[in-house]
Every structure is written in C-alpha cells, then in structure tokens.
Nanobody, 120 residues
Framework: QVQVVESGGGLVQPGGSLRLSCAAS????????MGWYRQAPGKQRELVAT???????NYADSVKGRFTIARNNALNTVYLQMNSLKPEDTAVYYC??????????????WGQGTQVTVSS
C-alpha cells in the first residue's frame, strides 16, 4: 500500500512565502509523477504543479514565476516553494503521486491535504 503525507501549510500574509513538503511511502516500485493540486472553497480542484521522474515540470499559469516545484527521487519527496503569495492562493493543497507499486500495479494516490491561507 502506498500513501503520501503533506506538511507545511499555514497562515501567511500577502507577499509572504511557504514551503510544502510531500513524502510518498509504502510498497513503491517506481514513482512516475508527483505534484500539487489545490481546491478553494466552492471551486473545483485544480493543478498547481507536477514533476515527472524525468524532471519534466508543469505549472499552472497562475503560479508561474512565483511557485517552484522540486523533487528528491531518493527520498520519494516533492516540495513546493511558494513565494509572493496572494489571497487567491488560499486553498487546501493536495499532494498526488502516480506510479507503480511493488506488484507492478498502477497507483494514483492523494494526500489528505494541507490548508494554505493568505490573509493580512
């Protein structure tokens, strides 16, 4: 069984920074992609940023130039450095991991989410 655990959310003032971390663990054979999504109240979950095992990175247009995703393959961990935060970045941020478990079956796992609130 594979699981992911997020950490690092909190309350920050506009213009501030936060760093989110997500670690995948369990019966993992290979991780193809890890990434971050977010869901604001009353809105659908949306992509923030993803990174593949080959370090191909994709960002939502709304966070380009402000957020940076990084992955440590050895630790099965992904980070999201969020700078110049805006009130509209307020949301629950979810980590996702896509890959193969030790039985060579595809898994697609979500974390329980971490709240990010940007407010003065």
């Amino acid at each position: 069984q594979v699981q992911v655990v997020e950490s690092g959310g909190g309350l920050v003032q506009p213009g501030g920074s936060l760093r989110l971390s997500c670690a995948a663990s369990g019966s993992i054979f290979m991780i193809n992609r890890m990434g971050w999504y977010r869901q604001a109240p009353g809105k659908q979950r949306e992509l923030v940023a993803t990174v593949t095992s080959g370090h191909n990175i994709n960002y939502a247009d709304s966070v380009k130039g402000r957020f940076t995703i990084a992955r440590n393959n050895a630790l099965n961990t992904v980070y999201l450095q969020m700078n110049s935060l805006k009130p509209e970045d307020t949301a629950v941020y979810y980590c996702n991991s896509l890959g193969y478990d030790s039985s060579r079956k595809v898994y697609d796992i979500w974390g329980q989410g971490t709240q990010v609130t940007v407010s003065s």
